[in-house]
Protein backbone atom coordinates (compact mmCIF):
# COMPACT_ATOMS: atom_id res chain seq x y z
CA UNK A 1 0.00 0.00 0.00
CA UNK A 2 1.59 3.34 -1.17
CA UNK A 3 -0.21 6.48 0.91
CA UNK A 4 0.81 9.90 0.02
CA UNK A 5 0.94 12.25 3.33
CA UNK A 6 0.10 16.23 2.88
CA UNK A 7 1.19 18.30 5.41
CA UNK A 8 1.73 22.70 6.26
CA UNK A 9 4.00 21.70 9.19
CA UNK A 10 6.85 19.02 9.44
CA UNK A 11 10.39 19.07 11.57
CA UNK A 12 12.71 20.94 11.95
CA UNK A 13 9.26 22.54 13.07
CA UNK A 14 8.76 21.04 16.76
CA UNK A 15 4.86 20.66 17.57
CA UNK A 16 2.71 17.64 18.35
CA UNK A 17 1.79 17.22 14.13
CA UNK A 18 5.29 16.75 13.34
CA UNK A 19 6.25 14.25 15.80
CA UNK A 20 3.08 12.41 14.93
CA UNK A 21 3.56 12.45 11.48
CA UNK A 22 7.45 10.81 12.38
CA UNK A 23 6.12 8.74 14.62
CA UNK A 24 4.03 6.94 12.47
CA UNK A 25 5.78 6.79 9.56
CA UNK A 26 8.40 5.24 11.44
CA UNK A 27 6.30 2.14 12.09
CA UNK A 28 4.10 2.06 9.31
CA UNK A 29 6.49 0.56 6.89
CA UNK A 30 6.42 -2.38 9.32
CA UNK A 31 2.68 -2.60 8.79
CA UNK A 32 2.61 -2.56 5.00
CA UNK A 33 2.99 0.97 4.00
CA UNK A 34 4.90 3.13 2.15
CA UNK A 35 4.38 6.56 2.86
CA UNK A 36 5.65 9.97 0.97
CA UNK A 37 4.93 12.68 2.76
CA UNK A 38 5.02 16.41 0.86
CA UNK A 39 5.86 19.17 3.64
CA UNK A 40 7.76 22.79 3.41
CA UNK A 41 10.67 23.32 2.93
CA UNK A 42 12.73 25.74 6.04
CA UNK A 43 16.23 27.10 5.99
CA UNK A 44 17.38 24.64 8.22
CA UNK A 45 15.87 21.06 7.08
CA UNK A 46 19.55 19.83 6.75
CA UNK A 47 20.10 16.66 4.88
CA UNK A 48 17.34 15.12 2.26
CA UNK A 49 14.94 12.84 4.46
CA UNK A 50 14.10 9.85 2.22
CA UNK A 51 10.28 9.36 1.34
CA UNK A 52 9.73 13.62 1.89
CA UNK A 53 9.26 15.58 -0.55
CA UNK A 54 9.84 19.44 0.08
CA UNK A 55 8.08 22.53 -1.49
CA UNK A 56 9.70 26.08 -1.85
CA UNK A 57 7.73 28.23 0.94
CA UNK A 58 7.35 31.79 2.04
CA UNK A 59 7.24 32.79 5.62
CA UNK A 60 3.78 33.75 7.96
CA UNK A 61 3.37 37.18 8.67
CA UNK A 62 3.43 37.49 12.37
CA UNK A 63 4.93 33.84 13.06
CA UNK A 64 8.80 33.29 12.50
CA UNK A 65 8.19 29.53 13.08
CA UNK A 66 6.15 28.39 10.66
CA UNK A 67 6.25 28.29 6.68
CA UNK A 68 3.38 28.46 3.92
CA UNK A 69 4.03 26.58 0.84
CA UNK A 70 3.67 28.34 -2.75
CA UNK A 71 0.24 26.96 -4.00
CA UNK A 72 1.73 26.36 -7.83
CA UNK A 73 4.94 24.29 -6.59
CA UNK A 74 2.91 22.76 -3.99
CA UNK A 75 0.89 21.32 -6.82
CA UNK A 76 3.56 20.31 -8.78
CA UNK A 77 4.92 18.07 -6.10
CA UNK A 78 2.03 16.31 -5.57
CA UNK A 79 2.15 15.56 -9.31
CA UNK A 80 5.39 14.48 -8.97
CA UNK A 81 4.29 11.90 -5.97
CA UNK A 82 1.33 10.57 -7.90
CA UNK A 83 3.52 9.72 -10.81
CA UNK A 84 3.69 5.97 -8.90
CA UNK A 85 0.64 4.55 -8.25
CA UNK A 86 -1.27 6.07 -4.82
CA UNK A 87 -3.76 4.27 -3.00
CA UNK A 88 -4.68 6.83 -0.55
CA UNK A 89 -4.16 10.58 0.31
CA UNK A 90 -3.84 11.54 3.90
CA UNK A 91 -3.89 15.16 5.19
CA UNK A 92 -2.37 16.20 8.36
CA UNK A 93 -3.41 20.00 8.65
CA UNK A 94 -6.80 22.35 7.43
CA UNK A 95 -4.62 25.03 5.58
CA UNK A 96 -2.90 24.76 1.74
CA UNK A 97 -2.28 21.56 2.43
CA UNK A 98 -6.03 20.34 2.76
CA UNK A 99 -6.97 21.56 -0.50
CA UNK A 100 -4.39 20.39 -2.33
CA UNK A 101 -4.66 17.18 -0.89
CA UNK A 102 -7.92 16.80 -1.85
CA UNK A 103 -7.33 17.94 -5.10
CA UNK A 104 -5.18 14.93 -5.30
CA UNK A 105 -7.08 12.27 -4.33
CA UNK A 106 -9.79 13.28 -6.56
CA UNK A 107 -7.45 13.47 -9.82
CA UNK A 108 -6.07 10.27 -8.63
CA UNK A 109 -9.58 8.83 -7.73
CA UNK A 110 -8.51 7.00 -4.12
CA UNK A 111 -9.83 8.10 -0.67
CA UNK A 112 -8.72 10.81 1.08
CA UNK A 113 -8.40 10.63 4.83
CA UNK A 114 -7.48 13.71 7.32
CA UNK A 115 -6.41 13.47 10.90
CA UNK A 116 -7.92 16.92 13.22
CA UNK A 117 -4.73 17.16 15.05
CA UNK A 118 -5.51 21.05 16.52
CA UNK A 119 -8.82 22.29 18.06
CA UNK A 120 -8.72 25.42 16.56
CA UNK A 121 -11.71 26.73 18.44
CA UNK A 122 -9.72 27.64 21.30
CA UNK A 123 -7.06 28.85 19.12
CA UNK A 124 -8.55 31.62 17.20
CA UNK A 125 -9.02 34.64 19.88
CA UNK A 126 -5.19 33.79 20.60
CA UNK A 127 -4.22 34.75 17.25
CA UNK A 128 -7.31 37.09 15.92
CA UNK A 129 -7.49 38.97 19.42
CA UNK A 130 -9.94 41.64 17.73
CA UNK A 131 -12.21 38.92 16.12
CA UNK A 132 -15.43 37.80 18.55
CA UNK A 133 -14.75 34.62 20.96
CA UNK A 134 -18.25 34.17 19.84
CA UNK A 135 -17.68 34.65 16.29
CA UNK A 136 -14.24 33.26 16.11
CA UNK A 137 -15.99 29.45 17.45
CA UNK A 138 -18.61 30.01 14.58
CA UNK A 139 -16.42 30.32 12.12
CA UNK A 140 -13.82 27.48 13.28
CA UNK A 141 -16.71 24.91 13.50
CA UNK A 142 -18.08 26.38 10.19
CA UNK A 143 -14.76 25.71 8.43
CA UNK A 144 -14.29 21.96 10.23
CA UNK A 145 -17.66 21.06 8.68
CA UNK A 146 -16.76 22.30 5.33
CA UNK A 147 -13.71 20.44 4.65
CA UNK A 148 -14.77 17.18 6.36
CA UNK A 149 -17.51 16.95 4.04
CA UNK A 150 -14.56 16.60 1.13
CA UNK A 151 -12.76 13.49 3.12
CA UNK A 152 -14.06 10.11 3.37
CA UNK A 153 -13.00 9.20 7.16
CA UNK A 154 -11.46 11.46 10.18
CA UNK A 155 -8.44 10.42 12.07
CA UNK A 156 -9.09 11.90 15.82
CA UNK A 157 -6.22 11.31 17.85
CA UNK A 158 -8.08 10.48 21.46
CA UNK A 159 -11.54 9.86 22.04
CA UNK A 160 -12.71 13.37 23.50
CA UNK A 161 -11.85 14.72 20.11
CA UNK A 162 -14.08 12.84 18.49
CA UNK A 163 -16.50 14.09 20.83
CA UNK A 164 -16.05 17.26 19.70
CA UNK A 165 -16.46 16.31 15.79
CA UNK A 166 -19.76 14.77 16.44
CA UNK A 167 -20.75 17.91 18.14
CA UNK A 168 -20.19 19.57 15.10
CA UNK A 169 -22.22 17.24 13.31
CA UNK A 170 -19.57 15.95 11.21
CA UNK A 171 -20.63 13.15 8.99
CA UNK A 172 -17.37 11.52 7.87
CA UNK A 173 -16.97 8.13 9.87
CA UNK A 174 -14.45 8.91 12.80
CA UNK A 175 -12.16 6.72 13.71
CA UNK A 176 -9.72 7.38 16.94
CA UNK A 177 -6.40 6.45 16.58
CA UNK A 178 -3.68 8.03 19.31
CA UNK A 179 -0.12 8.89 18.13
CA UNK A 180 2.13 6.54 19.99
CA UNK A 181 4.98 6.69 21.88
CA UNK A 182 8.45 4.99 19.78
CA UNK A 183 10.80 2.42 21.45
CA UNK A 184 13.48 4.92 21.96
CA UNK A 185 11.34 7.12 24.20
CA UNK A 186 11.66 4.86 26.84
CA UNK A 187 15.57 4.65 27.05
CA UNK A 188 16.75 6.16 30.28
CA UNK A 189 17.67 9.96 30.16
CA UNK A 190 20.72 10.85 32.57
CA UNK A 191 18.61 13.15 34.68
CA UNK A 192 22.29 14.43 36.59
CA UNK A 193 23.78 15.58 33.34
CA UNK A 194 20.94 17.73 32.35
CA UNK A 195 21.63 19.55 36.14
CA UNK A 196 24.77 20.07 35.21
CA UNK A 197 23.99 21.68 32.39
CA UNK A 198 21.95 24.32 34.01
CA UNK A 199 24.32 23.42 37.29
CA UNK A 200 21.75 22.79 39.52
CA UNK A 201 22.15 20.75 42.44
CA UNK A 202 20.74 17.47 42.35
CA UNK A 203 18.60 17.93 45.73
CA UNK A 204 17.27 21.26 44.03
CA UNK A 205 13.13 20.60 43.28
CA UNK A 206 13.21 20.97 39.28
CA UNK A 207 9.64 21.34 38.05
CA UNK A 208 9.32 21.04 34.42
CA UNK A 209 7.12 22.17 31.52
CA UNK A 210 8.20 20.98 27.68
CA UNK A 211 5.97 22.39 24.53
CA UNK A 212 5.42 25.04 22.67
CA UNK A 213 5.49 28.35 24.56
CA UNK A 214 2.11 29.48 23.13
CA UNK A 215 -0.89 31.19 24.52
CA UNK A 216 -2.81 28.26 24.10
CA UNK A 217 -0.70 26.39 26.26
CA UNK A 218 -2.05 27.72 29.38
CA UNK A 219 1.55 28.51 30.83
CA UNK A 220 0.87 31.69 32.39
CA UNK A 221 -1.35 29.40 35.13
CA UNK A 222 1.48 27.22 35.38
CA UNK A 223 4.09 30.42 36.29
CA UNK A 224 1.67 31.66 38.58
CA UNK A 225 1.00 28.26 40.25
CA UNK A 226 4.72 28.09 40.52
CA UNK A 227 4.65 30.91 42.17
CA UNK A 228 2.29 30.12 44.91
CA UNK A 229 4.10 26.57 45.16
CA UNK A 230 6.93 28.72 46.06
CA UNK A 231 5.84 29.87 49.62
CA UNK A 232 6.11 25.95 50.79
CA UNK A 233 9.15 24.93 48.70
CA UNK A 234 11.34 28.01 47.95
CA UNK A 235 13.79 26.16 46.13
CA UNK A 236 12.18 24.83 43.76
CA UNK A 237 12.81 25.92 40.46
CA UNK A 238 11.08 25.93 36.98
CA UNK A 239 12.37 24.76 33.44
CA UNK A 240 10.01 25.75 30.07
CA UNK A 241 11.50 23.85 27.25
CA UNK A 242 9.92 24.81 24.23
CA UNK A 243 10.14 27.78 22.22
CA UNK A 244 6.97 30.50 20.71
CA UNK A 245 5.07 33.47 20.76
CA UNK A 246 4.29 33.82 24.24
CA UNK A 247 7.74 33.75 25.69
CA UNK A 248 8.44 37.33 25.70
CA UNK A 249 4.87 37.49 27.59
CA UNK A 250 6.07 35.48 29.75
CA UNK A 251 9.39 36.59 30.50
CA UNK A 252 7.73 39.69 31.64
CA UNK A 253 5.31 38.05 33.61
CA UNK A 254 8.53 36.06 35.52
CA UNK A 255 9.99 39.75 35.91
CA UNK A 256 7.00 41.05 37.23
CA UNK A 257 6.77 38.23 40.02
CA UNK A 258 10.20 38.53 41.14
CA UNK A 259 11.10 35.18 39.40
CA UNK A 260 13.67 35.49 36.69
CA UNK A 261 16.16 33.91 38.04
CA UNK A 262 14.36 30.49 39.12
CA UNK A 263 12.24 30.20 35.71
CA UNK A 264 14.73 29.02 33.65
CA UNK A 265 13.85 28.90 29.48
CA UNK A 266 15.92 26.63 28.07
CA UNK A 267 14.63 26.42 24.34
CA UNK A 268 14.05 23.47 22.19
CA UNK A 269 15.69 20.62 23.42
CA UNK A 270 17.59 17.53 21.21
CA UNK A 271 15.05 14.71 21.26
CA UNK A 272 17.75 11.91 20.86
CA UNK A 273 19.73 12.78 24.12
CA UNK A 274 19.02 16.19 25.80
CA UNK A 275 15.16 15.73 25.92
CA UNK A 276 15.30 12.49 27.61
CA UNK A 277 17.63 13.64 30.13
CA UNK A 278 15.38 16.86 30.90
CA UNK A 279 12.49 14.78 32.19
CA UNK A 280 14.48 12.61 34.10
CA UNK A 281 15.83 15.55 36.01
CA UNK A 282 12.58 16.88 36.79
CA UNK A 283 10.33 16.11 40.65
CA UNK A 284 7.51 16.96 38.26
CA UNK A 285 6.40 17.21 35.04
CA UNK A 286 2.91 20.19 34.81
CA UNK A 287 0.85 20.93 32.33
CA UNK A 288 -2.37 22.99 31.91
CA UNK A 289 -2.97 22.66 28.38
CA UNK A 290 -6.71 23.74 27.47
CA UNK A 291 -6.50 22.97 23.73
CA UNK A 292 -4.52 19.42 23.52
CA UNK A 293 -6.41 16.84 20.94
CA UNK A 294 -4.14 14.38 22.88
CA UNK A 295 -1.59 15.29 24.99
CA UNK A 296 1.97 13.53 23.80
CA UNK A 297 4.20 14.79 25.74
CA UNK A 298 2.62 13.55 29.25
CA UNK A 299 3.17 9.74 27.80
CA UNK A 300 7.24 11.53 26.80
CA UNK A 301 7.45 12.68 30.47
CA UNK A 302 5.61 9.60 32.15
CA UNK A 303 8.26 6.81 30.04
CA UNK A 304 10.77 8.93 31.41
CA UNK A 305 9.53 8.24 35.13
CA UNK A 306 8.60 11.88 35.67
CA UNK A 307 5.80 12.34 37.59
CA UNK A 308 2.54 14.30 36.47
CA UNK A 309 0.69 16.86 38.01
CA UNK A 310 -1.71 18.14 35.03
CA UNK A 311 -5.33 19.60 34.15
CA UNK A 312 -7.61 17.07 32.49
CA UNK A 313 -9.23 18.70 29.54
CA UNK A 314 -10.11 17.93 25.99
CA UNK A 315 -7.58 15.69 24.56
CA UNK A 316 -5.47 15.44 27.90
CA UNK A 317 -8.74 13.32 30.00
CA UNK A 318 -7.93 10.44 27.26
CA UNK A 319 -4.12 10.11 28.89
CA UNK A 320 -4.78 10.75 32.51
CA UNK A 321 -6.65 7.98 33.20
CA UNK A 322 -6.79 6.78 37.11
CA UNK A 323 -3.78 3.83 36.40
CA UNK A 324 -1.81 6.48 34.72
CA UNK A 325 -0.06 7.46 38.10
CA UNK A 326 -0.53 10.88 37.21
CA UNK A 327 -2.13 13.72 39.94
CA UNK A 328 -4.82 15.39 38.03
CA UNK A 329 -5.39 18.90 39.48
CA UNK A 330 -8.48 21.94 38.97
CA UNK A 331 -7.25 24.64 36.73
CA UNK A 332 -7.03 26.71 40.00
CA UNK A 333 -3.45 28.15 41.39
CA UNK A 334 -4.40 27.91 45.09
CA UNK A 335 -5.06 23.59 44.49
CA UNK A 336 -2.72 22.89 41.46
CA UNK A 337 0.26 24.38 43.76
CA UNK A 338 -1.02 21.57 46.30
CA UNK A 339 -0.96 19.50 44.59
CA UNK A 340 2.87 20.12 42.94
CA UNK A 341 3.71 20.55 46.52
CA UNK A 342 2.60 16.96 47.57
CA UNK A 343 4.70 15.84 44.79
CA UNK A 344 7.66 17.74 45.39
CA UNK A 345 7.71 17.51 49.26
CA UNK A 346 7.41 13.34 49.30
CA UNK A 347 10.15 11.54 47.84
CA UNK A 348 7.66 8.00 48.50
CA UNK A 349 5.30 9.34 46.10
CA UNK A 350 7.47 10.25 43.49
CA UNK A 351 8.74 6.85 43.04
CA UNK A 352 4.93 5.18 43.73
CA UNK A 353 3.91 7.69 40.79
CA UNK A 354 7.01 7.13 38.59
CA UNK A 355 6.61 3.39 38.59
CA UNK A 356 2.97 3.79 37.57
CA UNK A 357 3.57 6.04 35.30
CA UNK A 358 6.02 4.39 32.95
CA UNK A 359 3.82 1.06 32.89
CA UNK A 360 1.06 2.80 31.88
CA UNK A 361 3.16 4.43 29.48
CA UNK A 362 4.43 0.85 27.85
CA UNK A 363 0.67 0.16 26.67
CA UNK A 364 1.29 3.00 24.25
CA UNK A 365 3.19 1.61 21.88
CA UNK A 366 3.59 3.06 18.65
CA UNK A 367 3.86 0.16 17.06
CA UNK A 368 0.42 -1.31 18.45
CA UNK A 369 -1.16 2.29 17.22
CA UNK A 370 0.31 2.50 13.43
CA UNK A 371 -1.25 -0.86 12.74
CA UNK A 372 -4.69 0.59 13.42
CA UNK A 373 -3.77 3.60 11.66
CA UNK A 374 -2.87 0.92 8.58
CA UNK A 375 -6.17 -1.09 9.19
CA UNK A 376 -8.31 2.68 8.56
CA UNK A 377 -6.37 2.87 5.69
CA UNK A 378 -7.09 -0.71 4.41
CA UNK A 379 -10.87 -0.34 5.49
CA UNK A 380 -11.00 3.12 3.72
CA UNK A 381 -9.82 1.52 0.33
CA UNK A 382 -12.26 -1.03 0.37
CA UNK A 383 -15.61 1.37 1.29
CA UNK A 384 -17.79 1.21 -1.66
CA UNK A 385 -19.00 4.45 -3.37
CA UNK A 386 -16.21 6.61 -2.01
CA UNK A 387 -14.39 6.69 -6.01
CA UNK A 388 -17.40 7.92 -7.87
CA UNK A 389 -18.69 10.56 -4.85
CA UNK A 390 -15.05 11.97 -5.38
CA UNK A 391 -15.36 12.45 -8.73
CA UNK A 392 -18.71 13.68 -8.71
CA UNK A 393 -17.90 16.37 -6.34
Known amino acids: ?231 DVPQAVLVIAGEGPAESALRRLTGALGLERDVRFVGYLDRERTLRDCYAAAHAFVFASRTETQGLVLLEAMAQGAPVVSTAVLGTRSILKPESGALIAPERVEDFAAAVVRVLCSAELRREMAARSRAYAESWSSLTMARRLADVYRASMSAPGDTQSRAAA
Open 1 to 231: MRVLLVSDVYFPRVNGVSTSIATFRADLSACGVETTLVAPEYESAGAPEEGVIRVRSAGVPGDPEDRRMLWRPLLRALDAAACRPLDLVHIQTPFLAHYAGVRRARASRVPCLATYHTFFEEYLHHYAPLLPRVAGRTLARSLTRSQCRQVDALIAPSEPMREVLERYRVAAPIHVVPTGLPADRFVPGDGARFRALLELPAERPLLLYVGRIAHEKNIEFLVRSYARARV
